[in-house]
């Protein structure tokens, strides 16, 4: 079965860490670009952080310097560090495999994961 | 805010046909293909419509999009309560080298 299961949520302080995972199955996720995205409580979908199927990364302005995005190909799993949390971080993190053209031109999001929220708070 | 808008709720009864506009420039929906997605309340996004006009498996054909210029449609005929949900169009933004979403639509069938 083709899924991605994210783990790693939980409530953190603010200034704080923590990291995603996302394991994928039934697909190779270092044939494929992986983003994660993200969603506030009651609010829209916000595209977060992107590793592109060569190993580069691209990260949204709103986390750069904060969060990074990497993976393991012997684990076929995929992650977000997060380093100084802000309570506007406070979401639900989706793990997505994007679809690309022939010339790396995006697409869609074909699979997204359940989701892992995320808490910062004192 | 976002660059691409949607309008944040419509409405209409049930049988009915609805439409929700995706609004945005030439560095996004003008020169890129357009998705929708479709979330139900409680649960995860699910790809409804990809590169403008085509339905994934599974996806009832009262599903429909298209695009034109530097705006994208999605259009639900035959509303059923079960299509209550949020809709959210996404694309690429040429300029912030990025996939950007509508705000989203609250769909509410009466």
């Known amino acids: 079965e083709v899924r991605l299961v994210e783990s790693g949520g939980g409530l953190v302080q603010p200034g704080g860490s923590l990291r995603l995972s996302c394991a994928a199955s039934g697909f190779i996720v270092r044939n494929y670009f992986m983003s994660w995205v993200r969603q506030a409580p009651g609010k829209g979908l916000e595209w977060v952080s992107v590793?592109?199927?060569?190993?580069?990364?691209h990260t949204a302005d709103s986390v750069k310097g904060r969060f990074t995005v990497s993976r393991d190909t012997s684990k076929n799993t995929l992650y977000l560090q997060m380093h100084s949390l802000r309570a506007e971080d406070t979401a639900v993190y989706y793990c997505?495999?994007?679809?690309?053209?022939?010339?790396?031109?995006?697409?869609?999001?074909?699979?997204w994961g359940q989701g892992t929220l995320v808490i910062v708070s004192s | 805010q976002s660059v691409v808008t949607q309008p944040p709720s419509v409405s209409a009864a049930p049988g009915q046909t609805v439409t929700i506009s995706c609004s945005g420039s030439?560095?996004?929906?003008?020169?890129?293909?357009v998705s929708w997605y479709q979330q139900l309340p409680g649960t995860t996004p699910e790809l409804l419509i990809y590169d403008d006009n085509k339905r994934p498996s599974g996806i009832p054909d009262r599903f429909s999009g298209s695009k034109s210029g530097t705006s994208a449609t999605l259009g639900i005929t035959g509303l059923q309560t079960g299509d209550e949900a949020d809709y959210y169009c996404g694309t690429w933004d040429n300029s912030l080298s990025a996939v950007v979403f509508g705000g989203g639509t609250k769909l509410t069938v009466l």
């Open positions: 997505v495999r994007e679809e690309r053209g022939v010339r790396g031109t995006f697409r869609f999001l074909s699979l």
């Open positions: 590793i592109y199927s060569g190993g580069d990364t």
């Open positions: 030439s560095s996004n929906i003008g020169n890129n293909y």
